[in-house]
């Protein structure tokens, strides 16, 4: 299996491509957009977007998801059974999807939104708009913000050092880098500070 990392500078995100060696069916991670150099990258590759998985549903980060499913009849994967006004097979947490042969675990991010969900698959977590390098994602609320960084630290960064962490914005990272690094200042509102 290979992945491949698409840049969008319009919308400042990350999409991340997987599939298999010589072409065939692939999975597209949060396609903010789907410019001339994504569509180039996976035809290059001989690939046929057959899935394509959300780690949020914020409206104005799926400009891509529009023209992908005038290009290819692909079925969408997210927290919620509508997106754009079309349907998506509902994921819950805990949930593992198997997408090209390979399985993908459904993370639920509470404090990030209803909508926020990271996935883990063999060495790799899509971790959306929840974190990124050094960094948490943008919260409404002190009280969302301790539930992000509690799911972070239970949920993510608990996955093996060696796992890489690919997000909608920013540098990837890995497990051990984020223990070591990450600004977990807050805890639970009511716990007791380290």
Do not use: W
């Not at 150099?37 to 996976?42: A, M, S």
């Not at 980060?61 to 009849?73: H, I, N």
């Not at 909608?168 to 380290?194: D, I, K, Y």
């Amino acid at each position: 299996m290979n992945l491949y990392t698409h840049y969008s500078f319009d919308t400042l995100s990350n999409s991340y491509l997987m599939g298999p060696d010589g072409g065939g069916d692939a999975v597209l991670f949060d396609p903010a957009t789907f410019d001339v150099p994504l569509l180039e990258l996976v035809e290059k590759q001989r690939y046929y977007v057959r899935h394509v998985v959300l780690t949020h549903c914020d409206e104005t980060r799926l400009d891509g998801l529009r023209t992908l499913r005038r290009v290819y009849d692909c079925t969408v994967y997210a927290a919620h059974a509508t997106v754009l006004g079309s349907p998506a097979i509902p994921v819950s947490d805990g949930e593992v999807l198997e997408l090209c042969d390979r399985p993908f675990k459904a993370i639920a991010m509470p404090g990030k939104g209803s909508d926020s969900v990271a996935y883990h698959m063999d060495g790799f977590v899509f971790t959306g708009t929840a974190m990124s390098a050094g960094e948490y994602g943008t919260v409404a609320n002190p009280y969302a913000k301790a539930l992000l960084l509690e799911g972070i630290r239970t949920r993510i960064l608990a996955l093996p050092g060696e796992t890489v962490i690919l997000p909608c914005h920013g540098p990837p990272s890995t497990v051990a880098l984020e223990r070591e690094t990450f600004p977990m200042e807050e805890s639970m509102p009511g716990a007791a500070s380290p």
